[in-house]
């Protein structure tokens, strides 16, 4: 089974200055942006994939040039390596509101063939059961400041679902049209390039009147039954889509996507696909649902499919979309759910509390330390510059085992210099060639470098404070000077708060630690973090008992992964999004671990004869050369099923390769490469033995060798991995209430 992350701009900058909180480099072109894939080596890469939605490869045409003229491997910034394979989807969610898909049929084929994705997505259309199964869809272009929104009668928002959003226009300005089969469905809707604005009177009177009132109206769509139609129509493309794929030549191999509103309509959309002949099939619509309701739907989903899989000797895979409840691991691995793709442990890290994890019931809340914001005044920002770096500095004096008292002061040292130095710097130095720049970026940058204590002024009172003195560097120019007054003003009042300033309970910190005969404790560090978080600008105080939990777990030396090795209490700090995005990928690096006990990654390979070479398909080829192994494990839950040439591992759904090759050395050597990311890889040794050696290398990469000399056996050695038994699907689980559509 395979955990898919969202691709949402999710990096951070791989060489962030944690102690000045500044960038490697201000600009953002110049800087390593990592990915989790990135900070992570191969063998422990938390995810097994990345799905990248259309809407999310299109949010800027930057972007989405840079996606589809090099491929999503080869896409500069992304850096995507090939080893994980990529789902892209329509991204249904993110046009919800609008009466159809923008997207037309064909051309999300080619889209993906641009791409160079793995898996492409049938077009489908979110069934949106909540309310009424009525719906009314109005253009946000005909809403205007004599008639907004808000002036909709409540009465017929009561009644009837109202949707509103931007719909594509037919301008040659614009980005995107309706697709083709829309000038069938609402001839009226079709073509348009501008609107005229509503009117309150056009939303007076009943609702029969209202729809009445806007039936063929270039605003409005209306529909009795919209659910009914979001379900249709998402059929209707699936079997469209695979009629164009398979007259055309695509690289990628095709997914139908389906919905429903309860396990009945999901049970009968899948036979729908089953019978046109898909053998990937995508569940939407469940992202945000109770488990009870995801284990329903799989639950159904799973058993349809597992009796299709038997009574036709084949393998169908199956993808949860925007699943992450580990307490459904059970029953999606009895299930036969082969993948699914969540991003909701990464987003906890900054959603709000419990954002740190370390394990399913371990979690913790990070301790927030705030950036001064333009909301502040002067003194506020500067104190809540001047009081953050005071916590960032004991914070990981607790964490080295370091003296706090000590590090508050080696603090207080840095920003004297830095205040101490800026005015003779500023007046010697502001007219320098370094600062004739046309950008604050460059002037800010040459900052940096002129001053030696440009970083720790800049953190120490805080960027509102520094970006004013950078402006005016910008702006100062030799021929016409700007008096200098204004650079005084700026330092006066920094000067003005900083003056007589004592690091925050350093004489109490000092007292705990003589008295103590020892230092980094959290009895000398917590007067210090209370005093922080009542602070009347941070107002954390309800967040205490959380904050205690934490610096007394220390859970970050717990954490055997990467980030958390190498960053330490960094990772359990709420700010900014250096720190926030690592602790997503830790977060996520937990979630796996959490999955792969729960489903551990198992390959089960035969190897094949040369014949496979002319098979339609290494499917085709193990139904036929190899009956007793695809006998037995065709139906397997959660392993992956595959065959093994020198070329590599060639999965059971893939083309057959055009050569091939069995020479032992590097079957071996192709077998422990995969070993890295799999937990147990099954060997049916009918047709081919690993060498003697093969099992101490794959032992060194946590890998355990599986040799088994019969297909049946191999089926009752996974499934007592597993610990299933020979009737692993779960039962329909029909229950009362458990359905939230």
């Given amino acids: ?150 002036d909709i009668p409540e009465a017929l928002m009561e009644e009837i679902d109202v949707m509103i959003a931007e719909w594509p226009a037919h301008s040659e300005a614009a980005s ?130 597992k009796q299709f899989e038997r009574n036709q000797r084949t393998r169908i895979d199956t993808h949860v979309f925007g699943f992450a409840k580990t307490g459904a691991f059970e029953t999606i691995g009895r299930s036969g759910m082969t993948s699914f793709d969540s991003a909701s442990m990464l987003r906890a890290a900054w959603t709000g509390g419990d954002n740190y994890h370390l394990g399913s019931d371990e979690r913790f809340d990070a301790i927030r330390v705030r950036y001064p914001n333009h909301r502040d005044d002067s003194e506020t920002g500067i104190r809540k510059a001047l009081r953050a770096q005071e916590m960032l500095y004991a914070l990981r004096a607790f964490d080295a085992g370091e003296s706090i008292a000590e590090a508050l002061w080696t603090w207080h040292g840095r920003a004297t210099e830095a205040i101490s130095g800026i005015e003779p710097y500023l007046r010697e130095h502001r007219h320098d060639d370094r600062y004739d720049c046309r950008l604050v970026q460059k002037t800010e940058e040459a900052f940096r470098t002129g001053y030696e204590h440009a970083l720790p002024f800049r953190a120490s009172f805080g960027d509102p404070v520094s970006g004013k003195l950078v402006k005016l560097l910008r702006d100062d120019d030799p021929e016409t000077p700007i008096p200098f007054e204004e650079y005084e003003e700026i330092i006066e009042r920094v000067r003005s708060v900083f003056a007589g300033w004592t690091p925050t309970l350093v004489e109490e910190i000092e007292a705990r630690e003589e008295e103590s005969s020892a230092v980094s404790t959290y009895d000398q560090l917590w007067p210090l973090v209370e005093s922080y978080a009542t602070w009347e600008p941070i107002d954390n105080g309800n967040l205490l008992d959380e904050y205690r939990q934490l610096l007394r777990r220390r859970p970050w030396e717990q954490c055997p992964c990467p980030i958390c090795k190498e960053h330490g209490i960094e990772v359990a700090i709420f700010r900014g999004n250096n720190r926030n995005r690592r602790r997503g990928f830790h977060n996520t ?153």
């Avoid at 791989?14 to 953002?28: I, K, N, P, Q």
């Avoid at 551990?600 to 040369?610: A, E």
């Fill in 1 to 150: 089974m395979r955990f898919y992350v969202p691709e949402w701009d999710d990096r951070v900058d791989a060489d962030y200055d944690f102690v000045h909180d500044e960038h490697s480099t201000l600009g953002t072109d110049e800087r390593d942006l990592a990915y989790i894939w990135d900070l992570f080596d191969r063998a422990s890469t938390p995810i097994d994939g990345v799905l990248l939605s259309r809407e999310q490869a299109e949010e800027s045409s930057a972007k989405a040039t840079r996606l589809t003229e090099n491929g999503i491997y080869d896409a500069p910034k992304l850096d995507l390596p090939e080893w994980l394979p990529t789902i892209s989807d329509c991204g249904a969610w993110g046009y919800k509101s609008l009466p159809f898909p923008p997207y037309d049929n064909a051309e999300m084929l080619d889209f993906y063939e641009e791409l160079g994705v793995t898996t492409g997505v049938t077009i489908d259309h979110l069934v949106l059961g909540a309310g009424h199964a009525s719906r009314l869809y109005l253009d946000e272009r005909a809403f205007s400041e004599g008639f907004s929104k808000d």
């Fill in 176 to 305: 995107r049209t309706w697709p083709s089969y829309v000038e069938e469905e609402e001839p009226s809707i079709y073509g348009v390039t501008e609107v005229e604005p509503f009117t309150e009177a056009e939303f007076e009177g009943s609702l029969s009147t209202v729809v009445e009132r806007l039936d063929a109206d270039p605003r409005a769509v209306y529909r009795e039954d919209d659910m009914q139609y979001r379900y249709d129509l998402t059929l209707r493309n699936a079997r469209d889509m695979l009629e164009r794929y398979e007259s055309g030549e695509y690289s990628f191999r095709l997914m139908a996507a389906v919905q429903g509103w309860n396990v009945e309509s999901y049970v009968k959309a899948v036979e729908t696909t089953l019978d046109l002949g898909y053998q990937y099939i995508g569940i939407g619509g469940v992202a945000g649902s109770s488990e009870a309701v995801v284990e329903e739907i799989v639950s159904g989903v799973g058993n349809q499919i």
């Fill in 589 to 741: 690096r937990r979630f796996y671990d959490q999955f792969e006990q729960d489903l551990p990654k198992l390959l089960v390979l035969t190897r094949p004869s040369i014949s496979v070479m002319s098979a339609d398909s290494v499917e085709d080829h193990l139904r036929r050369e190899r009956p007793e192994f695809w006998d037995a494990v065709h139906d397997l839950p959660v392993a992956e099923v595959g065959a093994i040439t020198a070329k590599g591992i060639h999965e059971w759904w893939s083309e057959p390769p055009s050569s091939v090759s069995f020479d032992p050395g590097t079957m071996a050597d192709e077998l422990v490469h995969a070993g890295e990311r799999y937990q147990d890889i099954f060997v049916e040794t009918g047709n081919w033995t690993p060498n003697p050696d093969v099992e101490e290398r794959l032992d060194a990469v946590d890998c355990t060798l599986h040799r088994v000399a019969s297909g049946n056996a191999l089926r009752r050695s996974v499934l007592d991995r597993l610990g299933y038994d020979e009737e692993f699907v779960p039962q329909r689980l029909v229950q009362s209430g458990l359905t939230e559509y």
